[in-house]
Structures are given as structure tokens and as C-alpha cells.
């Protein structure tokens, strides 16, 4: 089951993964963060633990479109930085894929296998991810 935790303090989103990324879960993320909370979560900082994916259940180009999509109905007021935590595997290489895709200016991701990495590509202490 994936989780989506907000912490306004620090102005960050917190998502563990389900065992299967499809179309119904990425449009329940994007929700979170571009339309909840009248589009404010848009310019917060993220962090995605997808170590439990198994299955991927949405090809590359529907994620990345509909990324895009979301991005243009609330652009962040800042620059945003997304740290993505998993092992390698094939989800890593689809995760490198997504970020060459995506990264910008605005958006500054980081793959990687180490939650210390990802804290400090977030500015946050690691401890606040395992929460």
C-alpha cells in the first residue's frame, strides 16, 4: 500500500511505495502534491522510497506526460529538490530514465540506494524519512 505524508514544517512530501506503480497510484500522488491543499505542496521538497516496488504497471512515457501535466496546473514557487530511494535493479534504471527525462532548473532529482544521500540531497536529517 503507498503512503503520502505531508510535513508542512519542513516543508516536505514523504512517499513509500506499494508493490505495484499503475496509473491509479501515480495519479493519487501527483494528486497530493499539485491539487491538495490548493496546490501548495507543489513547492515542497520530495522524497520517495520506492524500495518495495515489484511490479510497474505504467510504461515510462504515460508517467512522464502525465508528470507534465500536473506540473503545469501548480509550477512550484521554488526550486524543488526530489531524492528517490531504491536498490538497483531494473526500477533503478526506470528511476535514471525519469530523471533524465525530467530534471530542470526547477527540479534538481537524485537517485540513489543510500536514505543518508537522499537526506542530504533534501536538506533533511535522515531520521525524518524513516517516519
Excluded at 9 to 26: R, Y
Excluded at 52 to 61: A, L, P, S, Y
Aim: net charge negative; hydrophobic share 40%.
Amino acid at each position: 500500500m503507498w503512503t503520502i505524508t505531508t510535513n508542512d514544517n519542513q516543508k516536505l512530501i514523504i512517499i513509500k511505495s506499494g508493490e505495484t506503480l499503475d496509473l491509479k497510484n501515480l495519479e493519487q500522488i501527483l494528486s497530493v502534491i499539485y491539487l491538495d491543499n490548493n496546490g501548495e505542496y507543489s513547492s515542497f521538497n520530495r522524497f520517495a522510497n520506492l524500495s518495495g516496488i515489484k511490479n510497474i504497471e505504467v510504461d515510462i512515457n504515460a508517467l512522464v506526460d502525465n508528470v507534465k501535466l500536473h506540473r503545469q496546473i501548480n509550477p512550484p514557487k521554488n526550486d524543488v529538490k526530489i531524492a528517490v530511494y531504491l536498490p538497483f535493479g531494473v526500477t533503478h534504471s526506470l528511476a535514471e530514465l525519469y530523471k533524465l527525462m525530467m530534471e530542470n532548473d526547477t527540479f534538481g532529482i537524485m537517485v540513489s540506494s543510500s536514505l543518508a544521500k537522499c537526506a542530504a540531497h533534501i536538506d533533511v536529517d535522515q531520521s525524518t524519512l524513516n517516519g
